[in-house]
C-alpha cells in the first residue's frame, strides 16, 4: 500500500493551507465532516501502519484488524464520528529507558481505533496551522527537523551571530494547560466538533500496571495539563501551542535568534531550542 498523499486529500490540503495563508484571521467552521471522509480514514489508517507500534489497552493489532475485515473496521469507525459515539480508549502507559542509563521515561501508547482517527485529524488541521507557524520552527513538521534546525544555527553563525546557548524544554509535553492550547487551537478552528474531539484526547485516562500487573486508572476529565505522550496528534498540539511563544519573540523584537529543534529521541516529552546570540553571553561558555 503506497503511503503517497493521495491527489484528492493533497488538493484539499492545499487548498486549506492557501486559503489560511491568504486570510490570517480566519476560522474554519466545517472539518469535522472531511475527518469523517471515508478516504481520509483509509489513508490514515495505511499511515498508522507504517508507524507501527505496539496495540493500546484492547491489545488489538494491525493483523487482527485486517483478518477480521479492514473496510468492515473503518465503516464502524467511521459511524462513531459520524453518530458522534465515539469516545477514546484508554492511554496504556508504558515506561521506557532514557538515553545513556539516566532512568526511565514514560509514554503512552493509545489503541490503533485512536490512533487513526488522530492521524485523520491531523491530516486536515495540519495545513491550516502550517500556514502560521513560525519559520524558525523545525520540531515535528513536514519535511523538517533537528539537522535543517542545526543549518539554521549555522547560517546565524555565519551572519555575525557569536554565541549559541542550547536550552532544553523539561516535561514540555506534560506541562501544557489544556485551556490554553484550546484556545490556540481555537483561534483557527471554529468547528466545535473538532474542538471536542481534541479535548476528548486530552482527558483520556490513562491506564498504568504496577509490578505484578494490576491495572490502575489515572487522569481523565480531573486532567487539566498536559498532552498525551505517544498520541499522534500530541507533536501537533504541541507546536501549535509553542507557537505563541516563538511569534511574541519575533514580534517584540528580542535581538537574538531563537531556533527551536525536537529532540532526536521522537518518544522524549521535552523540547529543545538554540538562542543564537549577537552580543557575548556572559558567563560560562559551553
Given at each position: 500500500?503506497?503511503?503517497t498523499t493521495?491527489?484528492?486529500?493533497?488538493?484539499?490540503?492545499?487548498?486549506l493551507?492557501c486559503?489560511?495563508?491568504?486570510?490570517?484571521?480566519?476560522?474554519f467552521?466545517v472539518?469535522y465532516?472531511?475527518?469523517c471522509?471515508?478516504?481520509i480514514l483509509?489513508?490514515?489508517?495505511w499511515?498508522?501502519?507504517?508507524?507501527?507500534?505496539?496495540p493500546?489497552?484492547?491489545?488489538?493489532t494491525?493483523a487482527?484488524?485486517?483478518e477480521?475485515g479492514l473496510e468492515?473496521?473503518l465503516?464502524?469507525?467511521?459511524?462513531?464520528?459520524?453518530?458522534?459515539?465515539?469516545r477514546?480508549?484508554p492511554?496504556?502507559?508504558?515506561m521506557i529507558p532514557k538515553?545513556k542509563?539516566?532512568g526511565?521515561r514514560?509514554?503512552g501508547i493509545?489503541?490503533?481505533?485512536?490512533?487513526v482517527?488522530?492521524?485523520a485529524?491531523?491530516?486536515v488541521l495540519e495545513p491550516i496551522?502550517?500556514a502560521?507557524f513560525e519559520?524558525?520552527?523545525y520540531g515535528?513538521?513536514?519535511a523538517?527537523g533537528?539537522?535543517?534546525?542545526v543549518?539554521?544555527?549555522h547560517?546565524h553563525?555565519?551572519r555575525?551571530y557569536?554565541?549559541?546557548?542550547?536550552?532544553?524544554l523539561s516535561?514540555?509535553?506534560d506541562?501544557?494547560?489544556?485551556?490554553?492550547l484550546?484556545?490556540s487551537?481555537?483561534?483557527?478552528?471554529?468547528d466545535?466538533?473538532v474542538?471536542r474531539?481534541?479535548?476528548?484526547?486530552?482527558?483520556?485516562?490513562i491506564?498504568?500496571?504496577?509490578g505484578?500487573?494490576r491495572?490502575?486508572?489515572?487522569g481523565?476529565?480531573r486532567n487539566?495539563?498536559?498532552t498525551?505522550q505517544?498520541g499522534?496528534?500530541?507533536?501537533?498540539l504541541?507546536?501549535?501551542y509553542?507557537?505563541r511563544?516563538?511569534?511574541h519573540?519575533r514580534?517584540t523584537?528580542?535581538g537574538e535568534?531563537l531556533?527551536p529543534?525536537?529532540?532526536?529521541m521522537q518518544?522524549?516529552?521535552?523540547s529543545?531550542?538554540?538562542v543564537v546570540?549577537?552580543?557575548p553571553?556572559?558567563?560560562?561558555?559551553?
Amino acid at each position: 500500500m503506497s503511503l503517497t498523499t493521495p491527489d484528492k486529500i493533497r488538493t484539499f490540503q492545499r487548498k486549506l493551507y492557501c486559503k489560511a495563508k491568504a486570510e490570517p484571521a480566519f476560522r474554519f467552521y466545517v472539518l469535522y465532516d472531511k475527518i469523517c471522509r471515508e478516504d481520509i480514514l483509509h489513508h490514515a489508517y495505511w499511515l498508522a501502519r507504517a508507524n507501527a507500534g505496539a496495540p493500546g489497552v484492547d491489545e488489538v493489532t494491525f493483523a487482527q484488524i485486517e483478518e477480521r475485515g479492514l473496510e468492515a473496521w473503518l465503516a464502524g469507525l467511521r459511524e462513531e464520528l459520524v453518530s458522534t459515539t465515539y469516545r477514546p480508549d484508554p492511554v496504556r502507559r508504558v515506561m521506557i529507558p532514557k538515553p545513556k542509563g539516566e532512568g526511565e521515561r514514560a509514554l503512552g501508547i493509545p489503541t490503533i481505533r485512536d490512533r487513526v482517527i488522530q492521524t485523520a485529524a491531523k491530516l486536515v488541521l495540519e495545513p491550516i496551522f502550517e500556514a502560521d507557524f513560525e519559520d524558525n520552527a523545525y520540531g515535528y513538521r513536514p519535511a523538517r527537523g533537528a539537522v535543517d534546525a542545526v543549518k539554521d544555527v549555522h547560517r546565524h553563525l555565519c551572519r555575525g551571530y557569536t554565541d549559541v546557548v542550547d536550552a532544553d524544554l523539561s516535561r514540555y509535553f506534560d506541562s501544557i494547560p489544556h485551556d490554553d492550547l484550546l484556545k490556540s487551537v481555537a483561534r483557527r478552528v471554529a468547528d466545535g466538533a473538532v474542538l471536542r474531539l481534541i479535548k476528548l484526547w486530552l482527558k483520556a485516562p490513562i491506564e498504568e500496571r504496577d509490578g505484578d500487573g494490576r491495572r490502575r486508572i489515572v487522569g481523565g476529565k480531573r486532567n487539566k495539563r498536559g498532552t498525551p505522550q505517544g498520541g499522534v496528534a500530541s507533536p501537533l498540539l504541541a507546536n501549535i501551542y509553542m507557537n505563541r511563544f516563538l511569534k511574541h519573540w519575533r514580534l517584540t523584537g528580542r535581538g537574538e535568534a531563537l531556533v527551536p529543534r525536537s529532540s532526536p529521541m521522537q518518544t522524549t516529552s521535552s523540547s529543545s531550542a538554540a538562542v543564537v546570540r549577537r552580543r557575548p553571553w556572559r558567563g560560562r561558555r559551553r
